[in-house]
């Protein structure tokens, strides 16, 4: 069971319902394997590259600063989530591939190993939340990667929530604005 804290899951159904009719896109960040903030990215998919309603591409540069502030901070990926405006809440044929580095090199470790997959599904009504992992495939014979689902607990509260680091943030962020 993934415990993820409610306000977690809330503020990727949000960010999914903005970013209508196109995919959302973005990193969890953990503190102690404690899930505790949710980093919205740019989808810079489509021709405009300004996102689609069918696939997500997230901006390569906001990776990099999320991936500075990771080392920098301790921080680690917990999950990577995106949204599905008319599918299921599970990982599409193009999702699989996007896991790998090369895309579709699925003999290889996935690009994220430790890290899971969150999907949003806004085809039903409230939207469906559900993470799964994506690992590499068990033999040359199978056309797929290995797909696991990890069943979440929407947790209301718990006492190893990072507070302190949250509240820091936030009064950083209300200072910079
Ligand atoms: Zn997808």
């Known amino acids: 069971m993934l415990k993820i804290p409610r306000a977690i899951v809330e503020e990727m159904v949000a960010h999914a319902r903005e970013a209508m009719p196109n995919e959302a896109c973005g990193m969890v960040h953990a503190q102690g394997g404690v899930p505790f903030e949710v980093h919205r990215v740019k989808n810079i998919a489509g021709d405009e590259k300004s996102g689609s309603p069918f696939r997500y591409e997230m901006d390569p540069m906001q ?80 056309t797929r990667p290995v797909v696991i689902e990890e069943p ?15 509240m820091r943030r936030w009064t950083g962020r209300l200072r910079h604005r």
């Open 63 to 142: 990776q990099l600063r999320l991936e500075a502030q990771r080392d920098e901070t301790g921080e680690t990926l917990f999950a990577i989530y995106h949204s599905h405006v008319g599918s299921e809440a599970r990982p599409s044929p193009t999702d699989e591939r996007q896991a790998f580095f090369p895309p579709g090199e699925f003999d290889r470790d996935p690009a994220y190993p430790n890290t899971f997959y969150i999907l949003v599904s806004l085809a039903s009504e409230p939207p469906e939340v559900r993470a799964w992992r994506v690992l590499k495939r068990t033999s040359p014979d199978e």
């Open 152 to 166: 979440i607990e929407r947790a209301r509260w718990w006492p190893q929530w990072p507070w302190r680091c949250w």
